[in-house]
Nanobody, 121 residues
Framework: QVQLVESGGGLVQAGGSLRLSCAVS????????MGWYRQAPGKQRDMVAV???????KYADSVKGRFIISRDNAKNTVYVQMNSLKPEDTAVYYC???????????????WGQGTQVTVSS
């Protein structure tokens, strides 16, 4: 079994910063891509930032220059530093990881439970 536990969400004023963390645990043989999506009320879940196992990042245009994704492979943890936050960044943020569990041969996508980020104007 694979579990993803997110932390770091909360309420912040516009222009402020938050750092989200997501730790992956369980029977893990390998992790490839990790990242973050977000979903605002009444909207679809959209990609925010992803990072490969080698550390190459990709960002949504809406967060480029403000968010920084990183990962610690030794800790099986992915982070996103969110700076210059805007009210439109308000959403539930979900982390994901593509994991091969021990005893398996294919990657499967695993999701966290989500953490609320609210940016007040």
């Amino acid at each position: 079994q694979v579990q993803l536990v997110e932390s770091g969400g909360g309420l912040v004023q516009a222009g402020g910063s938050l750092r989200l963390s997501c730790a992956v645990s369980g029977s893990i043989f390998s992790i490839s891509a990790m990242g973050w999506y977000r979903q605002a009320p009444g909207k679809q879940r959209d990609m925010v930032a992803v990072i490969t196992s080698g550390g190459s990042p990709k960002y949504a245009d809406s967060v480029k220059g403000r968010f920084i994704i990183s990962r610690d492979n030794a800790k099986n943890t992915v982070y996103v530093q969110m700076n210059s936050l805007k009210p439109e960044d308000t959403a539930v943020y979900y982390c994901y990881a593509n994991v091969i569990p021990y005893g398996r041969s294919l990657y499967s996508t695993n999701w966290g439970q989500g953490t609320q980020v609210t940016v007040s104007s």
